[in-house]
């Protein structure tokens, strides 16, 4: 996607659409959403990806089994995706050189890998600091495009956060001397990620993990280096954590190094709070619906994304629970979304 903003004499059709799509307008649950505002114009160049969470492959120990990948890349690319994240390290093939043909044949880029190391013990610092340098290793190897390391909480491992996510309250989470330990374990990460490798490295905010709200967010935010660590930027499970993708903009948007496109059905996460659902209940429910049927308003945050001069990728996940969905149809008629954005 490209968009190009600022005054000019004759304004460009699609970014018009943008502006005209971000002012207040009645949503279909009958809210009325309203656009950031815009600033002095710069050109960007967003590019779309997917990750194979969209097709239940996750990085959680479930009983039913994923799709492949060869099927997930095939499918992907099929329905219009110009990348791809890595997935569990593991789904996709660890050898260099195979990596980078079976994604080159289909045409696909290698953007990002989720980490996931539970930050909040320091016996588990070093064990993750050397799967993110091996996943880090292997990005470099099998890709040109400069890619990130997600990382995250080893969120569904704690049952507290686990069963509450959605409703998180300030006593269930850590305190000073915790967030300390997570802090130093995330930045210890992320420099040796950038010493090794010379990749990036950006934080994934996620339910059922420690940092799911937007008082989490700020927390390891301000403890954290912002030259060494970013934030990914995913509407979804930020706005079921009780926050808003574009506050989190303005309170963060130099550290938005990665943006995942989530929706987030409001009755569905109403029923869940009201009856208690655990995270993976929720999720199982369809939390997390196709694009434009939840809650967000993906033209504004786009907006507000070439106002901060954001120009890597946007990751449509659509989470789903093995076996459950439909991946390869969401994946398209999501991507129809989009370009309806003109994204």
């Not at 994923?66 to 569990?88: F, I, K, R, S």
């Not at 930020?238 to 993708?245: H, K």
Request: hydrophobic residues 40%.
């Amino acid at each position: 996607m490209t968009i190009r903003t600022g005054a000019r004499p004759r304004e460009d059709t699609r970014l018009a659409r943008f502006r005209a799509r971000a002012l207040p307008a009645q949503s279909r649950w009958g809210r009325i959403q309203t656009g950031p505002s815009r600033p002095p114009l710069t050109h960007v160049t967003i590019r779309i990806a997917n990750a194979p969470c969209s097709w239940g492959a996750l990085e959680f120990d479930l009983a039913a089994p994923a799709p492949d990948y060869a099927q997930v890349l095939d499918e992907m690319a099929a329905t219009g995706y110009a990348g791809t994240e890595l997935g569990d390290l593991g789904f996709m093939p660890t050898e260099p050189g195979r990596l980078r043909s079976e994604l080159a044949r289909r045409g696909l880029a290698l953007v990002a890998a989720f980490v996931p190391v539970a930050l909040a013990d320091p016996a588990e610092h070093a064990a993750g600091e050397e799967v993110a340098v091996r996943t880090a290793r292997l990005l470099g190897a099998a890709s040109d495009e400069r890619p990130l390391i997600v990382l995250a909480d080893d969120n569904g491992s704690v049952a507290m956060r686990t069963a509450q996510a959605g409703r998180i309250g300030p006593e269930h989470g850590l305190r000073d001397s915790a967030w300390d330990t997570f802090a130093a374990g995330a930045m210890r990460i992320a420099r040796a990620v950038r010493d090794v490798t010379g990749l990036g490295t950006v934080f994934h905010p996620h339910c059922a993990g420690y940092v799911e709200t937007p008082m989490e967010i700020d927390a390891l935010m301000g403890r954290t280096d912002p030259a060494l660590l970013g934030l990914c930027l995913d509407t979804g499970h930020l706005t079921y954590g009780g926050g808003d993708p574009l506050a989190a903009l303005s309170r963060h948007g130099d550290r938005v190094w990665h943006v995942h496109f989530k929706d987030c059905h409001p009755a569905v996460a109403d029923e869940a709070r009201q009856r208690g659902w655990d995270y993976f209940e929720a999720v199982r429910r369809g939390l997390f619906c196709e694009l434009g049927r939840g809650s967000l308003d993906f033209s504004a945050v786009a907006v507000a994304l070439a106002g901060h001069g954001y120009s890597g990728w946007i990751v449509v996940e659509q989470d789903v629970l093995p076996g459950l969905g439909t991946p390869v149809e969401s994946a398209r008629r999501n991507r129809e979304y989009l370009r309806s954005l003109d994204l």
